[in-house]
T-cell receptor
Framework: NAGVTQTPKFQVLKTGQSMTLQCAQD?????MYWYRQDPGMGLRLIYY???????DKGEVPNGYNVSRLNKREFSLRLESAAPSQTSVYFC??????????????FGSGTRLTVV | DQQVKQNSPSLSVQEGRISILNCDYT??????FLWYKKYPAEGPTFLIS?????DKNEDGRFTVFLNKSAKHLSLHIVPSQPGDSAVYFC?????????????FGTGTRLKVLA
């Protein structure tokens, strides 16, 4: 089982460029999440999708958009990248209420640098 | 406003001794709590959970304690091993919202010295 797969693993962008971070899970989970990790800030929720067809804002949604393409895939888009978006991005998935007990399954992350 | 706080950025412990990692939260609506472990260049991995109807949960060398009145939880690792060296995140969720999303703390870096 691949679990949660994120692409790309590394990316350097220039300020103002756009890009999409891809995430796919093969565990038939209903819920998917995008977090960013910054030094001293922990993991902060950007957007989440409780089930296919729904998306909601998290703690830090500004500057991002998401698409729940189907049950497997949840993408994160930066329309106009800014240096403040330099971070490590993690995608995660869970089986709704089971995630409360068993937690999320995380991908290995995308390290994004905006210059 | 940080709803989940880990006030110790780092902790060093001798191999074989007990490691105690602490976490405080402010929202009394939180009723599920998790601990994750994270190695460099990897995603966080689930370690152990506890619900608010319990005050303790054990899994092998790992025990989580919950003190609801103090809004405090702790993770005990006994005995600590060098392979436990990682960053540990606590996370909290409130089921009343129906969204099952977790709020994470800032993490504590544990170093177990051989």
């Amino acid at each position: 089982n691949a679990g949660v797969t994120q692409t790309p693993k590394f990316q350097v962008l220039k300020t103002g460029q756009s890009m999409t971070l891809q995430c796919a899970q093969d565990m038939n989970h209903n819920s998917m999440y995008w977090y960013r990790q910054d030094p001293g800030m922990g993991l902060r929720l950007i957007y989440y999708s409780a089930s296919e067809g729904t998306t909601d804002k998290g703690e830090v949604p500004n500057g991002y958009n998401v698409s729940r393409l189907n049950k497997r895939e949840f993408s994160l888009r930066l329309e106009s990248a800014a240096p403040s978006q330099t971070s490590v991005y993690f995608c995660a998935s869970s089986e709704r209420s089971a995630g409360l007990i068993y937690g999320y399954t995380f991908g290995s992350g995308t390290r994004l640098t905006v210059v | 406003d940080q709803q989940v706080k880990q006030n110790s950025p780092s902790l060093s412990v001798q191999e074989g001794r007990i490691s105690i990692l602490n976490c405080d939260y402010t929202n009394s609506m939180f009723d599920y709590f998790l601990w994750y472990k994270k190695y460099p260049a990897e995603g966080p991995t689930f370690l152990i959970s506890i619900s608010s109807i319990k005050d303790k949960n054990e899994d092998g060398r790992f025990t989580v304690f919950l003190n609801k009145s103090a809004k405090h939880l702790s993770l005990h690792i006994v005995p600590s091993q060098p392979g436990d060296s990682a960053v540990y995140f606590c996370a909290a969720s409130g089921t009343a919202s129906g969204t099952y999303k977790y709020i994470f703390g800032t993490g504590t870096r544990l170093k177990v010295l051989a």
